[in-house]
């Protein structure tokens, strides 16, 4: 497509629930991040997949969290077991290669995010 | 470890006045810095970089931005503020030097233009 596909825009969920995100990069992009942003804060670093290599998930919060994604396409991202904590928006990026070339790439394109409330 | 800070959380300027939205960073060795927008209810968008060379770098919507090496700094400025400029802004710096690095964001600083 043409730009960082995200789903559900929205999502309410009970406190101990567990919820899927899913993101669909621009086709072709091998590296794809998952950033939380909380109300009235900077983006957080979730995790980082490249291509085929071992995923970086040095940024995610607990192991309530974790992701997947198949060769360079769709990746989602599931919280298992839900907090209040865990409202914020979810984003995800997508960029041609991984950060040593994606500056040359004007950066990373995100798409819209995930807005989840925890009730 | 490398930081950035952005000091104010909401900067406020006329329409038709000079606006400015601070950023300073920690970061050891040469910084890649960026700025991004997100308008209300859309994704992040890239604004413009700095890599090396002219320390004044201009980007997308008339924006540009000064790397300040002695003052570890990379202000987003604009010369005539446009009411849809009204955006929540990030400052971002990356270390090129670490393998392992990743691109660290500010906390943003709400920009309101009015009227």
């Known amino acids: 497509g043409a730009g960082v596909s995200q789903s559900p825009s929205n999502k309410v969920t009970e406190k101990g629930k567990d919820v899927e995100l899913r993101c669909d990069p621009i086709s072709g992009h091998t590296a794809l991040y998952w950033y939380r942003q909380r109300l009235g804060q900077g983006l957080e670093f979730l995790i980082y997949?490249?291509?085929?290599?071992?995923?970086?998930k040095s940024g995610l919060p607990s192991d309530r969290f974790s992701a997947e994604r198949t060769g360079e396409s769709v990746s989602t991202l599931t919280i298992q077991r839900t907090q209040q904590e865990d409202s914020a928006v979810y984003l995800c990026a997508s960029s041609l290669a991984g950060p040593a070339m994606s500056i040359y790439n004007y950066g990373y394109t995100f798409g819209s995010g995930t807005r989840l409330t925890v009730v | 470890a490398q930081s950035v800070a952005q000091p104010e959380d909401q900067v406020n300027v006329a329409e038709g006045n000079p606006l400015t939205v601070k950023c300073t960073y920690s970061v050891s060795g040469n910084p890649y810095l960026f700025w991004y927008v997100q308008y209300p209810n859309r994704g992040l968008q890239f604004l413009l970089k700095?890599?090396?060379?002219?320390?004044l770098v201009k980007g997308s919507y008339g924006f540009e931005a000064e790397f300040n090496k002695s003052q570890t700094s990379f202000h987003l400025k604009k010369p005539s503020a446009l009411v849809s400029d009204s955006a929540l802004y990030f400052c971002a710096v990356r270390n090129p030097y670490s393998s392992a690095s990743k691109i660290i964001f500010g906390s943003g600083t709400r920009l309101s233009i009015r009227p």
């Open positions: 997949f490249q291509g085929n290599s071992a995923p970086d």
């Open positions: 700095y890599i090396t060379g002219d320390n």
